[in-house]
């Protein structure tokens, strides 16, 4: 009987040792990936901050800088198309080749043979493929940043409160500096979570309106570039109508 209890009681104690042992360094676990939170939501803003500079780069570098200079450029280029003057429209373009329109325009010169329905469905595709697509995959990553902010911040909070309260249960002592440490954590964390999500909230809803702004101008501007391409029998009814 007495072999028995002894057996029961060392059982118990190994128990309870693996318990606080376990409950020990969970603490401390959670204490030290509240810190590293702080790590983790740097990353995540210096990540959005990268996609937001190429993103509005690249929107930048596409688009005309105003619809008037578009305009200008469509005035002059037109005439060179429907007169037949290729040589000429093509170095037009070269020469502001990093803009999104002139790039197509070369596309649709050098593959002018295949027909005006051919060339629509290639600029369909170039459009989605080499120019919104790239946009797209950047302002995605944005959007990812402003979600993950908040949820970072969120998750060290909580590792940050546990890490509190797992110093208060242990029944010892605590100086209140400690607590408050930890505490102070969590709120930052939380802070700098919302510091990220908001400000980048604006900041996609810009780069929205500036790549619709450029997928508008593209598209209107390959409007009356393909209109050029058109057979001569379609040009004749859309003037008799």
């Not at 128990?15 to 810190?35: E, P, R, S």
Request: aromatic share 8%.
């Amino acid at each position: 009987m007495n072999v028995l209890d002894l057996a029961l009681n060392s059982s118990d104690s190994q128990m309870a040792f693996v318990t606080l042992a376990a409950g020990m360094t969970f603490n401390d676990i959670a204490h030290k990936m509240g810190d590293a939170c702080f790590g983790f939501l740097g990353i995540n803003f210096v990540w959005g901050l990268y996609c937001v500079i190429l993103s509005w780069r690249r929107t930048k570098q596409l688009k005309f800088r105003s619809h008037q200079d578009q305009e200008e450029f469509l005035n002059e280029l037109l005439p060179k198309l429907k007169s037949g003057a290729f040589d000429e429209a093509t170095e037009m373009c070269e020469a502001k080749s990093l803009r999104a329109l002139p790039r197509l325009v070369l596309t649709v010169i050098a593959n002018r043979r295949v027909g005006y329905d051919g060339l629509r469905e290639q600029v369909g595709e170039l459009i989605q493929r080499d120019l919104m697509g790239p946009l797209e995959q950047k302002m995605g990553w944005v959007a990812t940043t402003i979600k993950t902010g908040p949820l970072l911040g969120l998750f060290g909070t909580v590792l940050s409160m546990i890490a509190a309260f797992g110093r208060i249960g242990t029944g010892e002592k605590v100086a209140p500096h400690m607590i408050a440490r930890d505490i102070s954590i969590a709120l930052i964390c939380t802070a700098m979570g919302l510091a990220t999500a908001i400000p980048f909230s604006y900041i996609l809803a810009s780069l929205n309106i500036r790549s619709r702004e450029l997928l508008e101008g593209v598209g209107t501007g390959m409007t009356h570039v393909l209109g050029c391409f058109r057979p001569a029998k379609n040009k004749v009814a859309a003037n008799a109508r």
